[in-house]
C-alpha cells in the first residue's frame, strides 16, 4: 500500500495518488485519512513541543536532563579495547578501514573489539539540546555493537506499561558516546519527551492535544487508537519479497512495536505516534507558514528558523541536520531526486515527508513496509523526483 499527499499552504490537495497490493490487502482502501504507524515522524513534533515549552519558560536548551530526569544522573559511557567511545570507535574503524562515509554498519570485528562492554564515566552533562541534535549518546537495537543492541533488546521498552519502568531501564544502560561529542541517531527523542512530560507535568498525550490538535484544528495525529481505527499490518521486503513481517521483526526497540491502544499510557516522542496524511500535512503546513496555521500561532518564527538552522552533519554532501530536520543539498536536484533547500524526514516503516519553503508546498508519503525489496530501493526519492521533473518544466 501506498499513499502520496501534496497540499499548498492553504491545505488545499495538490495532488493525490493510492496504490494498494491486492494480494496482501484485498479489501483495504487508503487515502488521506487512512491512519499509519509514523515512527520517527514523531520526532519533529515532539522536538516543536519541547520548543513551545521553551518559549513558555518551562525549560530551557542548555538545561541538563538530570534537572528533569536525575535517574540519569550517573550514566556510564561504553568504551572500547583502546578507551575510545564505541560511536567514536566505529566512526574511526570505518574511516581508517572502508572509507566511513557517515552510517554505522554491522560488522563483526567491531562487535568483536567491544564486547564485553567497558563501562567509565560520562565526561559530559547531557543538555536538553544534546537530545534534540542526537549528540546525548541513547540509541536503538540496531548499533554496530552486538552487546549494546542486545542489552536494549533484553530491555524491550515497548513491553513497558509506565514511563517510568522505561526511564529506570534507560538508566542502567550505558550511554554510545560522551555527551555533546559527535551525533549518534537513537532514542534521544525519546528521552526528549520525558523531559517535556517532567517539565509541564502533562503527558505527551495532553501536550499534543492542548498545544497542536485543539487550537490549530488538526485531527489525524494520535498517540492511542479509538475502537474506529484498525492499523495496517506490518508488511518486510527483507528478503526480496514483499510478506508480512514476522513476529518481532520490527526489533528496533526489542521484540514489539509500541503500544497504541487505548488504555496505553507510555507515549514515546521518538517513535509512538500514529498519524494520517491528511493530519500530518497539515502540520507540515504548521512548520511551512513558521508556526501558524488556520489563524493560531503554535510557535515562534524564530523557533521555526532553529528547527531547519545547520546544527549537525555540516560536512555532508547530502545536506545538514537541523532539529532532526534534514535540509537537502544540490545533490538531490543533480541526481533528479527534488531540489536543494526542502526539509525532509521519514520514519522505520519507510513513511517519508517534505517541506518545499520555496514553493510553499508539503508531501506525504505513507506506507508500512518494514525493509524495502530490492525492487522499491529509492522509491522516495524517485517518487519525489518525477514530481519535481514536471515543476521545473513549467517554471
Same mark, same amino acid.
Given at each position: 500500500?501506498l499513499?502520496?499527499r501534496?497540499?499548498?499552504?492553504?491545505?488545499?490537495?495538490?495532488?493525490?495518488?493510492?496504490?494498494?497490493?491486492?494480494?496482501?490487502?484485498?479489501?483495504?482502501?487508503?487515502?488521506?485519512?487512512?491512519w499509519?504507524?509514523?515512527?520517527?515522524?514523531? +520526532?519533529?513534533?515532539?522536538?516543536?513541543?519541547?520548543l513551545?515549552?521553551?518559549?513558555?519558560?518551562?525549560?530551557?536548551?542548555?538545561?541538563?536532563?538530570?534537572?528533569?530526569?536525575?535517574?540519569?544522573?550517573?550514566? +556510564?559511557?561504553?568504551?572500547?579495547?583502546?578507551?575510545?567511545?564505541?560511536?567514536?570507535?566505529?566512526?574511526?574503524?570505518?574511516?581508517?578501514? $572502508?572509507?566511513? $562515509?557517515?552510517?554505522?554498519?554491522?560488522?563483526?570485528?567491531?562487535?568483536?573489539?567491544?564486547?564485553?562492554?567497558?563501562?567509565?564515566?560520562?565526561?559530559?552533562?547531557?543538555?536538553?539540546?544534546?537530545?534534540?541534535?542526537?549528540?546525548?549518546?541513547?540509541?536503538?537495537?540496531?548499533?554496530p555493537?552486538?552487546?549494546?543492541?542486545? #542489552?536494549?533488546?533484553?530491555?524491550?521498552?515497548?513491553?513497558?506499561?509506565?514511563?517510568?519502568?522505561?526511564?529506570?531501564?534507560?538508566? =542502567?544502560?550505558?550511554?554510545?558516546?560522551?555527551?555533546?561529542?559527535?551525533? @549518534?541517531? /537513537?532514542?534521544?527523542?525519546?528521552?526528549?519527551?520525558?523531559?517535556?512530560?517532567?517539565?509541564s507535568?502533562?503527558?505527551?498525550?495532553?501536550?499534543?492535544?492542548?498545544? !497542536? =490538535?485543539?487550537?490549530?484544528?488538526?485531527?489525524?495525529?494520535?498517540?492511542?487508537?479509538?475502537?474506529?481505527?484498525?492499523?495496517?499490518?506490518? @508488511?518486510s /521486503?527483507?528478503?526480496?519479497?514483499?510478506?508480512?513481517?514476522? +513476529?518481532?521483526?520490527?526489533?528496533?526497540?526489542?521484540a514489539? !512495536?509500541?503500544?497504541?491502544?487505548?488504555?496505553?499510557?507510555?507515549?514515546?516522542?521518538?517513535?509512538?505516534m500514529?498519524?494520517?496524511?491528511?493530519?500530518?500535512?497539515?502540520?507540515?503546513?504548521?512548520l511551512?507558514?513558521? /508556526?501558524?496555521?488556520?489563524?493560531?500561532?503554535?510557535?515562534?518564527?524564530?523557533?521555526?528558523?532553529?528547527?531547519?538552522?545547520?546544527?549537525?552533519?555540516?560536512?555532508?554532501?547530502?545536506?545538514?541536520?537541523?532539529?532532526?530536520?534534514?535540509?537537502? $543539498?544540490?545533490?538531490?536536484?543533480?541526481?533528479?531526486?527534488?531540489?536543494?533547500?526542502?526539509?525532509?524526514?521519514?520514519?522505520?516503516?519507510?513513511?517519508?515527508?517534505?517541506?518545499?519553503? =520555496?514553493?510553499?508546498?508539503?508531501?506525504?508519503?505513507?506506507?508500512? #513496509?518494514?525493509?524495502?525489496?530490492?525492487?522499491?530501493?529509492?522509491?522516495?526519492?524517485?517518487?519525489?523526483?518525477?514530481?519535481?521533473?514536471?515543476?521545473?518544466?513549467?517554471?
Amino acid at each position: 500500500m501506498l499513499y502520496v499527499r501534496l497540499e499548498n499552504e492553504e491545505g488545499t490537495v495538490l495532488y493525490e495518488h493510492d496504490a494498494v497490493n491486492r494480494t496482501h490487502l484485498p479489501e483495504e482502501e487508503i487515502n488521506g485519512d487512512s491512519w499509519f504507524r509514523i515512527w520517527s515522524m514523531s +520526532k519533529i513534533i515532539t522536538i516543536s513541543l519541547l520548543l513551545d515549552l521553551v518559549e513558555d519558560g518551562l525549560v530551557q536548551l542548555n538545561d541538563p536532563i538530570e534537572k528533569f530526569i536525575p535517574e540519569f544522573k550517573d550514566l +556510564k559511557v561504553a568504551v572500547a579495547e583502546n578507551d575510545e567511545s564505541l560511536a567514536t570507535y566505529a566512526r574511526e574503524y570505518f574511516k581508517n578501514s $572502508s572509507g566511513f $562515509s557517515g552510517e554505522y554498519l554491522n560488522n563483526s570485528e567491531i562487535s568483536n573489539a567491544t564486547c564485553p562492554i567497558r563501562l567509565v564515566n560520562n565526561k559530559n552533562t547531557i543538555t536538553v539540546l544534546d537530545l534534540i541534535n542526537h549528540q546525548a549518546g541513547f540509541y536503538y537495537a540496531t548499533t554496530p555493537f552486538r552487546c549494546l543492541n542486545e #542489552m536494549l533488546a533484553e530491555e524491550d521498552f515497548n513491553a513497558m506499561t509506565t514511563n517510568q519502568e522505561i526511564i529506570n531501564s534507560m538508566a =542502567k544502560m550505558p550511554l554510545v558516546m560522551h555527551a555533546g561529542t559527535e551525533d @549518534f541517531y /537513537g532514542t534521544n527523542t525519546t528521552v526528549l519527551g520525558f523531559v517535556a512530560e517532567r517539565a509541564s507535568g502533562k503527558t505527551l498525550e495532553e501536550l499534543l492535544n492542548e498545544r !497542536i =490538535k485543539i487550537p490549530l484544528g488538526i485531527k489525524g495525529l494520535r498517540y492511542k487508537k479509538t475502537a474506529d481505527i484498525n492499523l495496517l499490518p506490518t @508488511f518486510s /521486503g527483507k528478503d526480496s519479497l514483499l510478506r508480512k513481517a514476522t +513476529k518481532g521483526e520490527l526489533d528496533i526497540l526489542g521484540a514489539n !512495536i509500541p503500544n497504541y491502544e487505548e488504555d496505553n499510557q507510555v507515549f514515546l516522542g521518538g517513535e509512538g505516534m500514529i498519524g494520517t496524511a491528511k493530519g500530518y500535512a497539515a502540520f507540515l503546513r504548521m512548520l511551512m507558514n513558521h /508556526g501558524e496555521l488556520n489563524g493560531h500561532r503554535f510557535l515562534d518564527e524564530a523557533s521555526v528558523r532553529d528547527m531547519y538552522a545547520p546544527h549537525t552533519q555540516l560536512d555532508n554532501d547530502w545536506g545538514y541536520n537541523g532539529y532532526n530536520l534534514w535540509i537537502t $543539498s544540490n545533490k538531490q536536484l543533480t541526481l533528479g531526486y527534488g531540489d536543494a533547500g526542502l526539509w525532509t524526514g521519514g520514519g522505520y516503516e519507510q513513511t517519508h515527508f517534505w517541506v518545499d519553503p =520555496k514553493r510553499k508546498f508539503v508531501g506525504v508519503i505513507m506506507t508500512q #513496509m518494514f525493509d524495502i525489496p530490492p525492487q522499491g530501493m529509492n522509491r522516495d526519492n524517485l517518487i519525489r523526483g518525477a514530481m519535481y521533473q514536471q515543476i521545473f518544466e513549467k517554471e
